[in-house]
C-alpha cells in the first residue's frame, strides 16, 4: 500500500478505498489485513496479539454501526422523497440529512484509522486521525446547528475549536511529512 498524494492515508492502486467506488477495495484491504495478521502472529508479542484482536473486534462493531447507520439514512431519505416531504426551501431536512451523512463518514474514518493499526502501519493512537474525527465531528455540528436559535458565544466557541483543531492537523501533517521525507533520505542513503 502507498501513500495518496495528500500524505493522510493510504490507498490501494492510487483509489481510496473508502470511496464509493472502493467499498471492494476495502473488503479487500481487510482481507489483506487479515492474511498478514495470521502471517505475522507467531512473531507478535502478546500485548500486539491482544492489539490486533481489539483493533478486528471494533473492526467489525463499527463495520455494523456503519451499516446500520447507512440503512437508516438510506430509509430516511426514500421516506422523505416517497412521501414529499423533501422540500427544498425547508433547510431543517436538509440540515438532519447532511448530519446523518457526516455521521456515517465520521464513522468511516474512524473504521479506517482502525483497519491502519491491523496493517501494523500505525499504532493504535494517531494524533492526526483523532484530530481529523474531531474537525469531522465539529463540522457535522455546524451543519446541523440552528444558528437563529443558538447562542453567539456557542457558535464563537466552535469556531475557535474548529481553528485550534485545524492547526493541530496542519502541524502534525506536517510533521508527518518532514518524517517521511527523513526516512526517505535515510533509505536512499543507505543504499
Known amino acids: 500500500m502507498q501513500p495518496s498524494e495528500e500524505g493522510d492515508h493510504p490507498s490501494t492502486n492510487g483509489t481510496d478505498p473508502r470511496s464509493p467506488m472502493g467499498t471492494g477495495r476495502a473488503a479487500a ?4 489485513a487479515l492474511r498478514e495478521t495470521r502471517e505475522a502472529w507467531p512473531g ?54 447532511f448530519g446523518m451523512i457526516f455521521t456515517v463518514l465520521i464513522a468511516l474514518e474512524f473504521n479506517h484509522s482502525i483497519i491502519g493499526v491491523l496493517h501494523r502501519k500505525e ?8 484530530v481529523l474525527i474531531a474537525l469531522l465531528a465539529l463540522v457535522r455540528k455546524f451543519i446541523i446547528l440552528d444558528a437563529t436559535k443558538t447562542e453567539p458565544l456557542t457558535i464563537i466557541g466552535l ?18 511529512r518532514k518524517d517521511a521525507a527523513v526516512r526517505e533520505h535515510e533509505g536512499t542513503a543507505a543504499e
Open 29 to 32: 484491504a481487510v482481507d489483506h
Open 44 to 97: 507478535l508479542s502478546t500485548y500486539e496479539r491482544f492489539e490486533q484482536v481489539v483493533s478486528l473486534v471494533l473492526t467489525g462493531l463499527i463495520s455494523l454501526v456503519i451499516a446500520a447507520a447507512l440503512v437508516n439514512l438510506t430509509f430516511c431519505i426514500l421516506m422523505l422523497v416517497l412521501f414529499g416531504l423533501l422540500d427544498p426551501a425547508e433547510t431543517g431536512v436538509f440540515q438532519a440529512i
Open 123 to 130: 499504532s493504535i493512537v494517531q494524533v492526526r486521525t483523532v
Open 159 to 176: 469556531a475557535a475549536a474548529i481553528l485550534a483543531l485545524g492547526s493541530v492537523h496542519w502541524l502534525v501533517r506536517d510533521q508527518d
